[in-house]
């Protein structure tokens, strides 16, 4: 929305069917797939056979509890990546019947989110959470590089990035607050409902026990605001027209 004594929304259905690059029927297949591509691999997540995961609690102690089903998606990396899939979804509807400017723009807010979170998970995956497993030799090939693990920390990216290029959507940096605020909804859920139903913590950096914490939240807020801005720098100048 932009500042202008009223609240006005910025973006209309046409944003969505616009592209310097493709026509309007091969934005709507890309969509279509990318929503498919999401749901096949959250379907594969559920019907993943339950097995014994070995976590660690505020303490350090480690715990062992049986997961599969629904809990599959409790990790951040899920979140996201079905936020992903709900952005693809939304698009592909409004790219073939349009909507109000007020839902267009809502969709358009979502890319951004998304963007930032998609490098971030990455970034965490690849860099944080998968070298430290290494140096506990905890075994990774199955929670790290099993195939839901590498589409969701690998293809979220490309898709984005195919998406960021071929489309007429703005990422506006301005919307990091809302990024911040889909973070914090998932640490709250983390550190009360879901810790008090297992008694275990999916990152360690999210231990409130721990010393330095805060920081460890900072930068990775820092992270999701990078990627949210890099996905504007890339709308912005890796087009072959402006907005």
């Not at 690998?154 to 809302?178: F, K, S, T, Y």
Request: proline residues 2%.
């Amino acid at each position: 929305w932009t500042r202008t004594g009223v609240l006005t929304w910025s973006t209309d259905a046409a944003a969505f069917t616009r592209s310097a690059y493709v026509p309007r029927e091969a934005l709507i297949a890309f969509r279509a797939i990318a929503t498919l591509i999401v749901l096949y691999v959250c379907v594969r997540l559920i019907r993943m056979p339950d097995g014994p995961t070995e976590l660690q609690d505020v303490k350090g102690n480690t715990q062992t509890y049986m997961h599969g089903g629904l809990w599959r998606f409790q990790s951040l990396t899920v979140w996201c990546w079905s936020l992903l899939g709900v952005f693809f979804f939304a698009a592909t509807v409004v790219t073939v019947t349009g909507a109000s400017p007020l839902v267009s723009s809502l969709i358009e807010l979502l890319l951004g989110t998304v963007t930032g979170y998609a490098l971030l998970c990455s970034l965490v995956a690849n860099f944080i959470l998968i070298p430290a497993a290494a140096k506990k030799f905890v075994t990774t090939k199955e929670k790290y590089f099993c195939f839901e693990a590498l589409m969701m920390h690998n293809m979220n990216l490309l898709l984005l990035a195919i998406e960021l290029v071929i489309d007429d959507l703005h990422v506006n940096w301005r919307h990091i607050p809302i990024g911040l605020l889909w973070g914090s909804t998932f640490t709250l859920w983390h550190t009360t409902l879901r810790y008090d139903w297992t008694r275990t913590l999916l990152y360690f950096f999210l231990n409130w026990q721990l010393k330095g914490c805060t920081v460890w939240l900072t930068v990775l807020k820092g992270v999701m605001g990078f990627g949210l801005v890099l996905g504007f720098l890339i709308a912005e100048y890796a087009r072959a027209a402006a907005w």
